[in-house]
């Protein structure tokens, strides 16, 4: 849990989750061949800093996910005092909607969760 990276964020990621909560630089998920992230991205210009050849990103849709996602940032708040942190929680009906799901394409058959609640919305090449 972070509240923003510079260049290279989750690159050679290989499992665990990540939670960013802020802006990310250029090569994001570079070499990522595990685990997940989850990236607040109100501005909806965090995928021109990733390679989408490799990665898929998607809005938090699945509740097995967003139930995943609001329980680390409960935790990071209580552990952290978070400002940034509280106000997504105060306002999580709308937040939630500001969240990519992001996680490498040969992940895909071995999730616990689709990444999506539509039918072929994911493709798992």
């Given amino acids: ?20 909560l802020g802006t990310i630089g250029a090569n994001f998920g570079a070499g ?4 997940m992230a989850y990236l607040y991205d109100p501005d909806a210009v965090a995928e ?42 105060q306002h999580w009906d709308i937040e939630k909607d500001n969240f990519l799901q992001i996680c490498p394409k040969e992940m895909l058959p071995h ?4 990444l999506s609640v539509e039918e072929g919305a994911i493709p798992a090449e």
């Fill in 48 to 89: 021109t800093y990733m390679n989408k050849e490799t990665l898929v990103t998607c809005p938090v849709t699945v509740e097995h996910w967003e139930t995943e996602l609001r329980g680390l940032i409960e935790r990071h708040v209580k552990e952290t005092n978070s400002r940034k942190g509280a106000e997504i929680l």
């Fill in 32 to 35: 990522m061949t595990g685990g």
């Fill in 111 to 114: 999730l616990a969760a689709p």
């Fill in 1 to 20: 849990m972070i509240e923003g990276c510079g260049s290279n964020g989750c690159e050679y990621m290989t499992g665990g989750v990540a939670v960013i």
